[in-house]
């Protein structure tokens, strides 16, 4: 028997387009160090005149990467004001730490989403704990 509920299709057409901007984004050529041979060329009126050959890979990308792009960064500060530390009150043996815990999950800080965030934008977990909060299980 399968007890699994089916999957919400609203999360299931987020899902998608999460995982085509993904796909589209590995597809597509790095400018990382190609921007930055052609920051040295600038010229006086701030523009770099350039004339290169994309793939339709790259087109795809750069058609919807700044909306993508602007989409994620809203994406990420919602994210950021929702999950955010809070006193979890209580008492403490320790009254300089105080048990701090997430005001929108209720996990312990840092929570799930947070340490998710931190470590897709290049934080180690370790790095990503804030020095207040010993590790270990809450
Ligand atoms: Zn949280």
């Given at each position: 028997m399968n007890t699994d509920r089916p999957e919400d299709p609203q999360r299931q057409r987020l899902r998608e387009q999460l995982e085509a901007i993904l796909l589209r984004s590995e597809k597509a050529t790095s400018w990382h160090d190609e921007a930055a041979r052609l920051r040295r060329l600038v010229?006086?009126?701030?523009y770099v005149p350039v004339q290169t050959r994309l793939a339709v890979e790259d087109l795809d990308f750069l058609t919807g990467a700044r909306d993508e792009l602007l989409m994620f960064s809203e994406l990420g500060l919602r994210l950021l004001d929702l999950h955010q530390p809070r006193d979890a009150g209580g008492i403490t043996s320790d009254a300089a730490h105080p048990i701090l815990r997430c005001r929108?999950?209720?996990?312990?800080?840092?929570?799930p989403t947070f340490r998710a965030m931190s470590e897709s934008f290049g934080a180690t977990p370790e790095t990503s704990l804030p020095a207040t909060v010993p590790p270990g299980p809450a």
């Open positions: 010229n006086h009126e701030g929108s999950c209720m996990w312990r800080w840092p929570c």
